[in-house]
C-alpha cells in the first residue's frame, strides 16, 4: 500500500509529461520494407532499362524500390558506401547490384550478406561462388560474344581484320565476352584476325585517344568490337573526326543509348536489362519466402541492327520509362 | 489536499501537452521561415546543404564549380508545399541544365536521388525543362521562346518554380528581354506535396544568385498560366495535351540525340611521361585529363597529375571537364608543371573519385597533383593568407597541411574541434610555396563539402573528464534530493497510517476497556461487602482493566503525530509529558540552549519519537518528580536531553520493556548519537546527539555529498552506562 501511493504520485506527475512525447514520438513515419537496386551510375540512361524491369516487378507484388547509384561508372568506393549505408539503416529485403568491380565489391557484399540481406548479383558476376543468400542473375556473356563474332564475321564475310578495344579488367563479364568472342573467331572463321586488342575505361575521351593510337598502328583496320558504351563513343568519335577511317565497321555492347548515328556503327549487342532485373526482385521475394531458387541464371542477350532497331522488343530492352503500372508507356524510347 | 495535486498534475499535463502541440504545430508549419533570401553578397550559405557538387560562395553568387550529375544544395523546411523559388542562373557549361528545386525531401547524393521538382535550363536541346524526381526521372520538355534566343552558358537567366497543389509551373526569363518569357505547367495527379527548396546542376556547373523563396498561391499559378497561354508555342512532348490546354504530364527521358563528338590532338601523351622529358632543352607537350582543380588549375589522367599555372588560354573550366592541355614542360621534384599552357575543353565529363591513401603514401610524392582522399586528426585551425583557412593534421608518423577558401567553409571551420577524425578530399601538393618546409605535403580542398568528420575529438580530454566528473556529481545530487523526496513521501504515508491506527484504538479498544471499568464498578457496588473473595476478583479485573487502559491510551499518544508537526521540539514533548501524567505531580523543565535551527523533518520526527519513548518509561517505572528536557543546537548538531529524578536502575540489570533498543534503532536510522546514563535512586538521563545537514547552496553541494557518503558509514555509539 506505501509503495502503491508513492508510485501513485510519481505516475500522476510522470504521465502527464509522458504523454506529448509519445505524441510527438508517434508522428514520425516509419521506414517501410524495400529492395535496393544499385546499378553501375544512375548516369548513364542505359541503365534506366533495369530500372523499368524491377519497378515493373516490384509493382507486382507491392514492392517498394530504392533506385540509386554514384554518378559515374567507375566509382567503386560509391557503391561501396552505398552498401554500407543502406545495410546499416536497416529495412531492406534485399539488394540487387550491378557491380563496378569484380573484387572489391566482395566484401560489402558478403557483409549485407552476413546481415540476414539477400543480395542478387547482376550483369556480371563478382569473382566470388554464389552461395544461399548470394545469386547471380547474369547477362550470357559467352552467347555475347559469340554473337558479336558472327556478327563480325558477316560483315566481313569471313575475311578480315579485327580489332578489340575497352577490354577492362574490373569487369569479369566483359573479360568472358572478349574470350567468347576471340575463341568463335578462331574456332570458326580462322581468316578473321584479332590484330590488336587494347585495355579500355569509362572515360570517353580516354577511349578516344586509345581509339586513335589503335588506328594509327593499323589505318586498314576493317573492324572494331568496343566492349562497352565508352569504348563504342569514344571508337565512333575518332572515326567521325577521321574520315579516312570512315570504312571500319563497328560492333558495340552495352549502347547508351540503343540508336544508330554513326554510319560506322554496324550493330549493338544489348542485354536483356528488364529481364535480369524483374527476375531479381521475384529471386529475392521467393528467398524471403523461404523458396529455394537458382544460384545462378544466365539471361541471352540480342543483336541490335538498324532492321529490327524499332521492334517491339528491342523498345522494351531499351525502355526508359521506368514508371509502373497504367503509366508505362513503351514506345517512348 | 489529492484533489489538489491531482488537479495541478492534470493542468501541467494539459500544459504539456498544448506546449508539445503547439511546438510541432510551429515546426511543422508550411509557411515557417517565408520568405527566404539568400545571404550570398554577405558570404552567408550555412543553412544550405549539399549533396554532390562543389559549392562555394563567389562574389554576390553561389557557385558549383562541378560537372557533377545532379549535384544538388537545399534548404528551408520540408513542410513547405505552396510555395515558389526564383533565382537569377548562370550555365557554366554547353553540356547540361542547371535550375531550381522544390518540395525536396529525402534527399541523398546520386544523379535522381531526391523526390520533388526541378526547373532547369539545358543548353544542349535548348529546352526549360520540368523534372519530377523520385529516384527515378520523368520530365516534360519546353522549347526556349526563340526570341530568347538559344540556351548557352555564361549568360544570366532569370528562372522561377511554382507550386501550388499538383499544378507546377515555371517560367524563365532573360533579364536583358524581359518579354521573351518560356512558361511550362505540369499537372501531376499524384504529386509531392512538400518538400525543400534548392539549386541543382547535371553535367553542368552553375551560378546563382538572388534566390527568393516565398508563399504562393493560386493567383500566382494562374499568372503564370495566362503567361504561358500569351506565349508558348507548342510543346516537345508529343502525346496529347491535358484538358487544361497546354498543360504537360511527366515523361520518362527520351535519351540524348547528339553523340559526344570532339575533336582532339593526335599527339597527346600521358602526363606521367612528361617526367621523362629532357629538361636539358624545352619541351612543348599535350596531354589529356580531366580537371581535378581549378585554382591553381590541376589536371589529372590515370598516370598522375599535372599542375598547370596560369594558362595563356582557358575556357571557364569546371571540376570533371575532359581538357587537352598543350604547354612548355617544367620539371619539379615529384610532378611536372606546364607552363604557357593552352587549355582546350574536349568533354564536360564527371569528376574523377579520389583514390584513397594514408597519410604516409602520399608523403612520399608518389601522388603529387592527384586527387586523393586522406585522413587525419585535426590539430590546429587558423586563417590564412588570401581568405583561405589553414588546417594541421596528424596521421601516424606524419603531419600534414589542408588549405581550402572561406565562405561557405566559414561554418564548418568554426563547427570543427581539435583532435576530431577528419577524411579530407583534396589534391596534394608538394610545392614548398604552399607547405612552407613544415609539412611533406598540403591538401588543396575544393569546397567544405570535402570534409568528412569521422569521429569527434575523444571523449577522455581532460575538458570531457571535468565535465563527466561535474555531471556524476550533479547527477548523484539530484539522485539524493529525490530520494530525500520520496523517503518524506515515505515518512508522511506512514504517519498517516500511524495516526488511523490511533484512532482506530482510541475508538475501539480504549472505549472498551472504559466500557469495561464501569461495567466492573457496576457489579461491585450491586455486590454485597462479605463476598470478599468476589470483591478481590473484581479488584483484580478492575485493576488489569485500568492498566490496559493506560497502555492503551500510551499506545495512542505514541502513534499520534501531534508534536511532530509542531516546529517547537520541546514544547512538543513537553506537552507529551502532561498528556502521559495525566495531571499527576510530576514537574517538566524546559532548556533550550543555542540559536534554534531548521531541522530535517525525518530527524526532528526520530528525536521526537525517542523523547515520548523516555518520557514514557520515567513516568511509567521511574515515578519522578521532575523531568527536565533540554535541546542544544550547534553549527552541525542538535542534542536533545531527558533527564528524570526517578528511581533509577542498576546497570546491565533486567531492561525488557523500557524500549530501549527501540530508540537506539531509531536513533541508528538517523545516524545520531544515542548516550543513556543510570544510577539507582538517581534517576536517568538520555542524551541524543544527531548532526544537522547544512542547507543545500552552490557552495555547500559538494561537502553535503560528502557527508551523506560518510553518513553511511557512521553508526550510533554503543549503549553506555555510567555508575
Not at chain 1, 284 to 297: E, H, N, Y
Not at chain 2, 361 to 387: C, H, I, W
Not at chain 2, 392 to 407: E, K, L, N, V, Y
Amino acid at each position: 500500500m506505501l509503495k502503491r501511493r508513492v508510485r501513485g504520485r510519481i505516475y500522476r506527475w510522470l504521465l502527464p509529461m509522458a504523454f506529448p512525447c509519445i505524441l510527438i514520438c508517434g508522428c514520425y513515419r516509419q521506414t517501410h520494407d524495400r529492395i535496393a537496386v544499385i546499378p553501375r551510375t544512375t548516369g548513364r540512361i542505359v541503365w534506366e532499362s533495369l530500372h523499368t524491369g524491377v519497378e515493373a516487378a516490384g509493382y507486382t507484388d507491392g514492392i517498394r524500390i530504392y533506385w540509386n547509384a554514384p554518378t559515374r561508372q567507375d566509382d567503386v568506393g560509391g557503391q561501396i558506401a552505398l552498401i554500407d549505408r543502406l545495410v546499416a539503416r536497416g529495412g531492406l529485403q534485399g539488394i540487387v547490384i550491378a557491380p563496378d568491380q569484380s573484387l572489391a565489391l566482395i566484401t560489402p557484399v558478403r557483409r549485407a550478406v552476413a546481415h540476414g540481406i539477400p543480395v542478387v548479383i547482376l550483369g556480371s558476376p563478382l569473382l566470388t561462388p554464389p552461395s544461399g543468400k548470394l545469386v547471380y542473375v547474369l547477362n550470357d556473356e559467352e552467347e555475347a560474344g559469340r554473337i558479336a563474332a558472327r556478327r563480325v564475321a558477316a560483315i566481313l564475310h569471313g575475311k578480315g581484320t579485327v580489332a578489340i578495344l575497352g577490354i577492362n579488367p574490373d569487369i569479369a563479364g566483359i573479360l568472358r565476352r572478349a574470350r567468347s568472342f576471340e575463341a568463335l573467331l578462331v574456332q570458326s572463321y580462322p581468316d578473321i584476325h584479332v590484330i590488336d586488342k587494347r585495355v579500355g575505361s569509362f572515360n570517353v575521351p580516354h577511349e578516344q585517344q586509345v581509339a586513335e593510337e589503335t588506328l594509327k598502328a593499323a589505318p586498314h583496320l576493317d573492324s572494331i568490337l568496343t566492349l562497352s558504351a565508352s569504348t563504342t563513343e569514344g571508337v565512333l568519335s575518332t572515326i567521325g573526326s577521321n574520315p579516312e577511317y570512315s570504312g571500319i565497321k563497328v560492333v558495340g555492347f552495352d549502347p547508351d543509348p540503343v540508336e544508330f548515328n554513326s554510319p560506322n556503327l554496324d550493330s549493338l549487342v544489348l542485354e536483356n536489362m528488364p529481364g535480369m532485373g524483374a527476375c531479381a526482385i521475384n529471386i529475392i521475394r521467393d528467398l524471403q519466402a523461404g523458396k529455394t531458387v537458382p544460384s545462378r541464371i544466365e539471361m541471352e542477350p540480342m543483336l541490335v541492327t538498324r532492321e529490327n532497331v524499332r521492334s517491339a522488343q528491342v523498345r522494351q530492352w531499351s525502355s526508359t520509362d521506368f514508371r509502373p503500372g497504367p503509366h508505362r508507356n513503351w514506345g517512348r524510347s | 489536499m489529492d484533489r489538489r495535486r491531482t488537479l495541478i498534475a492534470l493542468i501541467a499535463g494539459a500544459l504539456a501537452i498544448a506546449a508539445a502541440l503547439g511546438i510541432r504545430a510551429y515546426l511543422i508549419s508550411p509557411t515557417r521561415g517565408l520568405p527566404e533570401r539568400d545571404a550570398f553578397a554577405q558570404k552567408h550559405a550555412d543553412d544550405w546543404q549539399a549533396f554532390g557538387g562543389t559549392w562555394e560562395v563567389s562574389g554576390d553568387s553561389l557557385r558549383n564549380s562541378s560537372d557533377d550529375r545532379g549535384a544538388k544544395l537545399l534548404t528551408g523546411s520540408p513542410h513547405w508545399n505552396n510555395y515558389s523559388i526564383e533565382a537569377d542562373l548562370m550555365l557554366l557549361g554547353g553540356g547540361g541544365d542547371a535550375g531550381l528545386i522544390l518540395r525536396s525531401s529525402d534527399e541523398e547524393e546520386g544523379v535522381d536521388a531526391y523526390y520533388g521538382y526541378y526547373a532547369g535550363l539545358r543548353s544542349y536541346d535548348n529546352n526549360l525543362v520540368l523534372g519530377r524526381a523520385e529516384y527515378g526521372w520523368t520530365e516534360a520538355l519546353t522549347p526556349l521562346d526563340p526570341a530568347a534566343g538559344h540556351i548557352v552558358a555564361l549568360r544570366w537567366y532569370h528562372l522561377k518554380l511554382v507550386a501550388y497543389d499538383c499544378q507546377i509551373a515555371a517560367a524563365v526569363t532573360l533579364p536583358s528581354n524581359p518579354a521573351a518569357v518560356t512558361v511550362s505547367t505540369v499537372s501531376d495527379p499524384d504529386c509531392i506535396r512538400a518538400g525543400r527548396a534548392g539549386l541543382r546542376s547535371y553535367a553542368s556547373g552553375g551560378l546563382w544568385r538572388n534566390v527568393v523563396i516565398r508563399q504562393a498561391n493560386r493567383q500566382d499559378l494562374a499568372a503564370m498560366v495566362a503567361e504561358r497561354d500569351a506565349t508558348n508555342r507548342s510543346a516537345v512532348d508529343p502525346r496529347p495535351a491535358s484538358a487544361a490546354g497546354a498543360t504537360q504530364q511527366f515523361s520518362p527521358p527520351a535519351p540524348r540525340s547528339d553523340t559526344f563528338t570532339f575533336h582532339a590532338s593526335s599527339h597527346t601523351q600521358s602526363i606521367s611521361s612528361l617526367r621523362l622529358t629532357s629538361s636539358a632543352a624545352p619541351a612543348i607537350a599535350t596531354i589529356r585529363g580531366s580537371v581535378v582543380l581549378t585554382a591553381p588549375l590541376i589536371v589529372q589522367d590515370s598516370t598522375g597529375g599535372v599542375s598547370v599555372p596560369q594558362p595563356a588560354s582557358s575556357p571557364l573550366l569546371k571540376l570533371g571537364d575532359q581538357v587537352e592541355v598543350s604547354g612548355s614542360v617544367r620539371q619539379n621534384d615529384f610532378s611536372s608543371t606546364l607552363e604557357h599552357a593552352k587549355v582546350r575543353v574536349l568533354w564536360e565529363g564527371t569528376p574523377v573519385p579520389p583514390v584513397m591513401v594514408s597519410a604516409s603514401q602520399a608523403a612520399t610524392g608518389a601522388f603529387d597533383a592527384m586527387f586523393v582522399e586522406v585522413e587525419g586528426r585535426l590539430r590546429s585551425k587558423a586563417y590564412g593568407p588570401g581568405n583561405t583557412l589553414v588546417f594541421t593534421f596528424d596521421a601516424g608518423p606524419q603531419s600534414f597541411g589542408a588549405i581550402m577558401t572561406r565562405g561557405r567553409a566559414d561554418y564548418l571551420f568554426n563547427k570543427l574541434k581539435l583532435n576530431s577524425l577528419l577524411r579530407m578530399r583534396g589534391v596534394i601538393i608538394v610545392d614548398p610555396a604552399f607547405t612552407r618546409n613544415a609539412t611533406p605535403f598540403v591538401l588543396l580542398l575544393r569546397s567544405a563539402d570535402d570534409v568528412d568528420v569521422l569521429a569527434g575529438p575523444p571523449w577522455w580530454s581532460a575538458r570531457h573528464l571535468i565535465a563527466a566528473a561535474f555531471a556524476l556529481l550533479l547527477l548523484t545530487l539530484a539522485g539524493n534530493l529525490l530520494y530525500g523526496r520520496v523517503e518524506r513521501w515515505r515518512l508522511r504515508a506512514v504517519l498517516e497510517e500511524r495516526e488511523r491506527m490511533a484512532h482506530e484504538i482510541h475508538d475501539t479498544l480504549a472505549q472498551s476497556f472504559a466500557g469495561i471499568g464501569f461495567q466492573l464498578e457496576a457489579i461491585r457496588s450491586g455486590i454485597p461487602g462479605e463476598m470478599r473473595a468476589t470483591h478481590q476478583q473484581l479488584d483484580l479485573a478492575s485493576d488489569l482493566v485500568h492498566h490496559s487502559h493506560i497502555e492503551a491510551r500510551r499506545s495512542i499518544t505514541t502513534l499520534r503525530p501531534d508534536g511532530l508537526e509542531s516546529e517547537d521540539l520541546l514544547a512538543g514533548l513537553s506537552a507529551c509529558v502532561q498528556r502521559m501524567a495525566e495531571g499527576g505531580a510530576v514537574q517538566v523543565r524546559t532548556a533550550s540552549h543555542g540559536e534554534t535551527r531548521s531541522v530535517p523533518p525525518r530527524i526532528s520526527c526520530t528525536l521526537y519519537r525517542i523523547g515520548q519513548e523516555a518520557i514514557a518509561n520515567a513516568i511509567q517505572h521511574a515515578h519522578p518528580s521532575t523531568i527536565t528536557l533540554s535541546l542544544e543546537y550547534t553549527k552541525d548538531i542538535v542534542r536533545l536531553g531527558i533527564r528524570d529524578d526517578g528511581y533509577g536502575f542498576t546497570p546491565g540489570g533486567e531492561m525488557h520493556g523500557f524500549g530501549v533498543p527501540g530508540m537506539r534503532k531509531r536513533a541508528d536510522r538517523i545516524a545520531a548519537q544515542f548516550e543513556m546514563t543510570s544510577t539507582p535512586g538517581q534517576g536517568t538521563s538520555i542524551c541524543v546527539t544527531a548532526a544537522i545537514p547544512p542547507p543545500v547552496t552552490w557552495s555547500s553541494w559538494p561537502k553535503i555529498l560528502i557527508s551523506y557518503l560518510k553518513e553511511s558509514r557512521r553508526h550510533v555509539t554503543p549503549f553506555k552506562v555510567s555508575h
